[in-house]
């Protein structure tokens, strides 16, 4: 699966220390990706809720170019697939 920065969006709350750990590793690979905290922005958590069921974060939700959504939530397995596209 090659993806794009474009096609990916992070939902996180700052204060979370899972959702920090994904962020630092976003900035240490210098990455360019929409970043939404779902406490102060309730569109975003509607969209978390409505896109898999639960407003659990961190969760990277990649747009796949050929229409599909992958909604990922273990803040491991988020940093796993940003340095194994982007490192």
């Known amino acids: 699966m090659g993806i794009t920065e474009d096609q990916l969006t992070l939902y996180q709350i700052t204060t979370c220390p899972f959702c920090l750990r994904v962020r630092q590793v976003v900035m240490n690979l210098g990455l360019n990706l929409r970043i939404k905290n779902v406490r102060k922005d309730s569109q975003a958590r509607e969209?978390?809720?409505?896109?898999?069921?639960?407003?659990?974060?961190?969760?990277?939700?990649?747009?796949?170019?050929?229409?599909d959504t992958i909604w990922i939530y273990?803040?491991?397995?988020?940093?796993?697939?940003?340095k194994e596209h982007f490192s």
């Open 47 to 67: 969209e978390l809720i409505c896109g898999c069921g639960k407003p659990t974060v961190p969760c990277l939700r990649i747009d796949e170019k050929k229409g």
């Open 74 to 82: 273990e803040s491991n397995d988020i940093i796993s697939i940003l």
